[in-house]
């Protein structure tokens, strides 16, 4: 008997605007993101900054709205000083955080540079391990006054006569864990990312902020951490964080495809949070969320630098293969249908530390597989999220129960005409007929059906063979009036493009 799963696509189930940022991402000082990845000079790409031209290419296909940056752990031993003015007289600093040597040949200015060539805002972060509100304040005078202040001025005397103006900064990075250089208990945190905070929007009040939520659900502090922190800042910042990271190190693929549902949950816990100390403080103001580190991670929790001190050593490069596509397809539907909470979220990394872009230094680029389902979301992933109202049979893995086979949502481009569904069929062996009755838009067209599939779950794009898994537009999905019936293949990544005219 077929499987099958049912979808109501409705002009009127307005559940939110997508923000473009949830399609952000992340380069940290970290492994070959920064040297050998976007910069290495000498590569036969670079251009007269030292930029590879063709990771930039890669990048600039994916319409990364905005990019974190400098760290992740990596910030919060970082002296921003360190990496601005002459690169010739940068020194060359020991990072604690994955126990290298920082070179600073990369800083503060190089990476606004490449991330405008990029055509990405930064997401800067400011150090709250070592370091604190003076930093803070000096980073953001540095980076977005116009001119005629100590900080300024020194930038301009480093070229750079117009500011910056970084708009959107992390408050620090999971300072709730140990292996934080400078953790800190929440209240120690929440004083001071407070402090910081005001501070920094006195010099620039355009800024918007993001303070440090748990650095995962699992962490034993969570959710009084978001409360205390949340308490403690409530008025001066604008977005909480959240991290999460996923693997099949324990071999369960069911199991392991069920893990978007723990990202839902996520979600929804912290965003209850928010609304309740909302709800305590009496306050008008809603936290919106920050997704800011989300990705599969297997080597998570590998040492750091086996041999201590080098200079840029691979780190974390993660072979991504079919299943952990499917997951990231998963996760992405996930932050889709809680688009009016999630403004903000950056796949965790971009390039080569856990990262779906991965280079040879010196050599070759390829994508690994979790290139596409990003690609495909935010290319096709703009506009109106529609309440996803579905009937899909389900089944129970080991840390879940009741889970879909069918995953998916619908995203309405109203001035394109077009409607875009985004669906993962979870079944191992079979396929899912998947109904969408599109009621109120009259009549559909189908656009394109883009599949990503592949007979064997492990199956990896790699530097010998880059192109084994690779999406393809034979999908079958077909209009009949309104009604799109589509036929999804078993542990496949679907996005079915079609055009509308409501009624
Ligand atoms: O993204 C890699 C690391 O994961 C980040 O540095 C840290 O914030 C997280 O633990």
């Not at 930064?122 to 980073?139: E, F, K, S, Y």
């Not at 979301?377 to 889970?403: C, E, N, Q, W």
Request: proline fraction near 4%; charged fraction near 25%; hydrophobic fraction near 35%.
């Amino acid at each position: 008997m077929t499987l099958k799963a049912f979808m109501a696509i409705d002009k009127d189930f307005i559940l939110a605007e997508v923000d473009p940022r949830i399609y952000g991402s992340f380069i940290e000082h970290l492994g070959r993101a920064v040297y050998g990845g976007i910069y290495e000079p000498g590569h036969p790409t670079a251009d007269g900054q030292g930029f590879r031209q063709d990771a930039m290419e890669a990048i600039r296909k994916l319409q990364v709205p905005i990019i974190r940056y400098p760290g992740g752990n990596f910030v919060s031993g970082y002296n921003w000083e360190d990496g601005v003015g002459p690169q010739s007289e940068r020194k060359r600093k020991l990072d604690l955080a994955w126990w290298t040597t920082e070179t600073n040949q990369v800083g503060t200015n190089e990476f606004a540079d490449w991330a405008k060539k990029a055509g990405s805002e930064v997401m800067m972060a400011v150090n709250l391990g070592t370091r604190g509100v003076d930093d803070a304040r000096n980073l953001v005078e540095y980076c977005n006054h116009p001119s005629g202040s100590y900080w300024s001025d020194l930038r301009i005397s480093h070229g750079y006569k117009e500011p910056h103006r970084f708009k959107t900064w992390c408050l620090g990075n999971e300072m709730d864990g140990p292996w934080q250089i400078g953790a800190k208990t929440a209240v120690e945190y929440g004083r001071l990312a407070n402090e910081t905070a005001k501070v920094m929007k006195w010099v620039d009040p355009a800024l918007e902020l993001v303070v440090c939520g748990s650095s995962g659900s699992g962490m034993p502090t969570f959710a009084e951490w978001e409360a205390t922190v949340l308490d403690l800042t409530y008025d001066q910042v604008d977005y909480l964080s959240l991290h999460t990271y996923y693997n099949n190190n324990e071999g369960d693929t069911k199991n392991f495809l069920a893990r978007s549902l723990d990202m839902d949950r996520f979600i929804r816990s912290v965003a209850s949070i928010c609304d309740y100390i909302q709800a305590k403080k009496r306050s008008k103001k809603k936290i919106h969320l920050s997704m800011d580190e989300w990705n599969v991670w297997k080597t998570i929790g590998s040492s750091r630098a086996n041999e201590r001190w080098q200079i840029a050593p691979p780190e974390f490069e993660d072979t991504y293969n079919m299943e952990d596509a499917l997951v990231v397809g998963c996760c992405l539907i996930t932050m889709l249908k809680h688009a009016d909470r999630v403004k903000m979220a950056c796949l965790a990394q971009l390039i080569n530390t856990i990262a779906p872009i991965m280079t040879e230094t010196g050599g070759d680029l390829w994508l690994q597989t979790t290139y596409y389902p990003f690609l495909h979301a935010s290319m096709h992933g703009r506009g109106t999220v529609l309440h996803p109202v579905i009937r899909s049979p389900k089944y129970d893995s080991k840390d879940f129960t009741d889970v879909p086979y069918l995953e998916a949502v619908s995203v309405y481009n109203e001035e394109q005409g077009q409607i875009t569904v985004f669906a993962v069929n979870r079944h191992l062996e079979e396929d899912l007929q998947l109904d969408m009755n599109l009621r109120s838009f009259g009549k559909a067209r189908v656009l394109e059906h883009l599949v990503l599939e592949h007979e064997d779950l492990k199956a990896s794009n790699t530097k010998e063979h880059p192109g084994r898994v690779l999406p393809h537009n034979r999908g079958n999905a077909a209009a009949e009036d309104g009604l799109v019936r589509a036929v999804l293949s078993k542990a496949s990544w679907n996005v079915i493009r079609l055009e509308v005219q409501p009624v």
